[in-house]
């Protein structure tokens, strides 16, 4: 009799059950049509109440993974999830992890619990968001570690527009915007389109450097600084708190206002984030993409109130009002609890795939953190990014090449950036890494000459 092995886990029983479920059903110790233990027989078995029981297979249907047929028993469902590599190459180069069996839940009554009428859902709404829309928003911050008051909220659809309407709010074209030497693809694309210059400053493990970044202040005129304290991507670095309180201080030194990107911070072992230390020099920006979904186009800037005015003409030039309909589904899901119970998901699904990265590519140079959905893997010598990424591609593993993310592509190292998260299946990601690993030892060239 199949029983769950609940060592390790968090969480009301329950639920640690029905997550023993879900990994099982994952790594394929319990497969299509497998009958569970009746609910008496895993209740006495683990010494807990049929109610419990009861309680997690509910848990464990509500999520798709299992259907209960009276007079027959409780089984496994069949995989509903097939992986792209089925028709087309498995993408590693962005970061999406849906959560499938949740999306299925949902479905059923999407909007049944509004928090407007649908009279105020499809006309015009204040630009910053709707007041409840903007307390669901801080809801959500404070629950990534970030508490903010609705008044220093704006809504955007989503963090790239966080990042426009920040840099419109702040810059003019010409100006200089110092970062990371190795930054967001899309924070390079926005100041380009902005005309504004990016300067890249040296990293290393906590990821920017004080020093450097002191070195560009007394070296230029440069009067904002973007930058990713938690999780930084590509590099998955995490600032320490001394580290955090050094860039703090320079930037209360040289007067500079910081873009503070946090799209990652919810799975950031780091709760504090780098706005909390200097909220009046700070523009906070964050979404819901990686941490619930990126179809809902949900994300904020919190800034000091004047700021809140510039960010505020920004969204009306850009979007007039953010649509309300993905900031009502997230009063709801934050009243009822799906939010947290998707974060969780995402929190768990991470560390999993982290530690299928780090059995499959034992022995290589990862640049990665156990709570980060990157991972940066150092090419060997005779590797250029580009090359590798080309020769990947060829394979059907789509990977991003460190051109991507250098400011200064002559000095780009030799590095691709791997999304764990996107294949829609643990066994797809196996499969994309293990090709990646071939490649990299050189059996699947010489396989191949052999044929």
Not at 347 to 356: D, G, I, N
Request: aromatic share 6%; net charge positive.
């Amino acid at each position: 009799m199949w029983l769950p092995n609940l060592e390790g886990r968090r969480g009301p029983l329950y639920r640690r059950i029905a997550d023993a479920i879900d990994d099982d059903v994952e790594k394929g110790i319990l497969r299509a049509g497998h009958r569970l233990p009746p609910h008496r027989d895993m209740a006495d078995h683990l010494g807990v109440t049929v109610t419990t029981i009861t309680r997690a297979y509910t848990e464990a249907a509500r999520r798709g993974l299992i259907s209960g047929h009276v007079g027959r028993g409780t089984f496994i469902r069949g995989q509903e999830i097939e992986e792209a590599s089925t028709s087309g190459p498995i993408d590693l180069s962005i970061n999406i992890l849906m959560p499938d069996k949740e999306v299925a839940a949902l479905e059923r009554g999407m909007f049944q619990r509004r928090v407007l009428s649908w009279t105020d859902l499809l006309g015009y709404i204040p630009t910053p968001g709707h007041r409840r829309h903007r307390q669901a928003m801080a809801e959500w911050l404070a629950a990534i570690g970030t508490p903010a008051s609705p008044d220093r909220i704006v809504l955007t659809t989503g963090a790239q527009h966080s990042l426009l309407v920040a840099l419109m709010a702040t810059t003019k074209p010409g100006e200089t915007v110092l970062a990371e030497e190795l930054t967001y693809s899309g924070m390079k694309d926005l100041c380009a389109r902005l005309h504004i210059k990016l300067r890249g400053l040296a990293m290393d493990g906590e990821g920017l450097r004080a020093d450097a970044l002191e070195a560009a202040c007394r070296s230029s005129k440069a009067r904002i600084l973007y930058c990713m304290p938690r999780l930084q991507n590509p590099t998955s670095a995490v600032m320490s708190e001394r580290r955090r309180r050094q860039i703090a201080a320079l930037a209360e030194k040289y007067r500079l206002t910081v873009i503070e990107d946090d799209v990652y911070g919810f799975l950031s072992p780091e709760r504090a984030s780098l706005s909390a230390l200097i909220p009046e020099r700070t523009i906070f920006v964050t979404s819901v993409s990686k941490s619930l979904f990126p179809g809902m186009r949900l994300g904020c800037v919190v800034a000091t109130q004047p700021m809140v005015e510039q960010l505020n003409d920004a969204v009306w030039t850009t979007t007039i009002c953010v649509p309300p309909f993905s900031a009502d589904l997230l009063c709801g899901w934050m009243e009822d609890g799906t939010a947290l119970r998707m974060l969780e998901w995402k929190r768990h699904e991470v560390a999993a795939r982290q530690s299928m990265a780090k059995r499959l590519l034992e022995g290589y140079r990862v640049q990665t953190h156990a709570s980060s959905p990157h991972a940066w893997l150092h090419l060997p010598t005779r590797w250029s990014a580009d090359a590798f990424a080309a020769e990947m591609r060829s394979r059907g593993v789509l990977v991003n090449a460190s051109t991507a993310f250098s400011i200064s592509n002559e000095a780009a190292p030799r590095a691709i950036r791997l999304c764990l998260g996107t294949p829609r299946t643990r066994a797809g990601l196996e499969q994309a890494l293990s090709r990646i690993a071939e490649t990299l030892t050189g059996r699947a060239a010489a396989a191949r000459a052999v044929v």
